[in-house]
Nanobody
Framework: QVRLVESGGGLVQAGGSLRLSCGVS????????IGWFRQAPGQEREFVAS????????YTSDSVKGRFTISRVDANNTVILQMNNLKPEDTAVYFC???????????????????WGQGTQVTVSS
């Protein structure tokens, strides 16, 4: 059974930081691109960042570049999203996602991502 379990969400003031984690099980971690999407109320799901195996490549959306960093801990099948200098517009439910894709960037362009977590709420107050 495939499981992607997110943790680390919460409430933070603007300018603060949060660290999201995604634990992955049931799939070959090294063969999958793992990434993060987010969805704010009334808006479509938006790509945030993704990473390939062993840090071979990462891709980050322009909206969070320079503030968010994605990394993988291959030893325990975990992907981390470090979010710094958070803004109220970063408020959303953040979802972990996984699929066998050719590159980290491909996750930002592909609409049929196979595996999803349940999401974790991030709220940034002004």
């Amino acid at each position: 059974q495939v499981r992607l379990v997110e943790s680390g969400g919460g409430l933070v003031q603007a300018g603060g930081s949060l660290r999201l984690s995604c634990g992955v099980s049931g799939i070959a971690f090294s063969r999958n691109v793992i990434g993060w999407f987010r969805q704010a109320p009334g808006q479509e799901r938006e790509f945030v960042a993704s990473s390939t195996w062993r840090g071979g490549g990462t891709y980050t959306s322009d909206s969070v570049k320079g503030r968010f960093t994605i990394s993988r801990v291959d030893a325990n099948n975990t992907v981390i999203l470090q979010m710094n200098n958070l803004k109220p517009e970063d408020t959303a439910v953040y979802f972990c996602a996984a699929d066998q894709l050719r590159s980290a960037r491909a996750m930002s362009e592909f609409s049929g991502i196979k595996f999803w977590g349940q999401g974790t709420q991030v709220t940034v107050s002004s």
